[in-house]
């Protein structure tokens, strides 16, 4: 009940593309939701994140969309550019519990 | 520059070896964290620590050990006990303690056995 799951594993899309990486998870007590963003040998970084309570948050390129009921989000880049190539983690987090990760998609922009 | 610092950025262990892993950070967080990565996995807790001297274990903390004498500092030692230490280790922290607040992570170090 404690794990993440992210889909698809890989996703390779053009230049100008819009990937979709999706997360699902089971535990209703998860009440905050962060993507992160990993280049290849460094540390991921916080790139957006959500609570239930929202359906949608957009940051720059970046969007979550949230389903609630369907105990789904996922991760949207707009207009995506060869610098987006990165691994994404989708994490969540029960209140006094330490976060669970995803597995990771690793995303590759053609240009 | 207010950040997480983890060295060295590569570090080799011989078969018997006992190795130490650095993190520091100056932003004043309460909670710390170190973390596994191992390829095609998603991140594996270790060890956390909430406040200075407490620290608790993670989901695999065999083979491992850490100390928390500062605030700023919580150093990870891969012991000869941990059979298969090849992998990214990733240091993060967190404004506030358990669940409080986001992490924020090193640039990891990558552990390989020679």
């Known amino acids: 009940q404690q794990q993440v799951k992210q889909s698809p594993q890989s996703l390779i899309v053009q230049k100008g593309g819009i990937p979709i990486i999706n997360c699902a998870y089971e535990n209703t007590a998860f009440d905050y939701f962060p993507w992160y963003q990993q280049f290849p040998g460094k540390g991921p970084a916080l790139l957006i994140a959500i609570r239930p309570d929202v359906s949608e948050k957009k940051e720059g390129r970046f969007t979550i969309s949230f389903n609630k009921s369907a105990k789904q989000f996922s991760l949207h880049i707009m207009d995506s550019q060869p610098g987006d190539s990165a691994t994404y983690f989708c994490a969540a987090r029960e209140r006094g519990q330490n976060f669970v990760f995803g597995p990771g998609t690793r995303l590759s922009v053609l240009p | 520059d207010g950040g997480i610092t983890q060295s060295p950025k590569y570090l080799f262990r011989k078969e018997g070896q006992n190795v130490t892993l650095s993190c520091e950070q100056n932003l004043n967080h309460d909670a710390m964290y170190w973390y596994r990565q191992d390829p095609g996995q998603g991140l594996r807790l270790i060890y956390y620590s909430q406040i200075v001297n407490d620290f608790q274990k993670g989901d695999i903390a065999e083979g491992y050990s850490v100390s928390r004498e500062k605030k700023e500092s919580f150093p990870l030692t891969v012991t000869s006990a941990q059979k298969n230490p090849t992998a990214f280790y990733l240091c993060?922290?967190?404004?506030?303690?358990?669940?409080?607040?986001?992490?924020?992570f090193g640039p990891g170090t990558r552990l390989l056995v020679l």
């Open positions: 993060a922290s967190s404004i506030g303690r358990q669940g409080a607040g986001t992490q924020y």
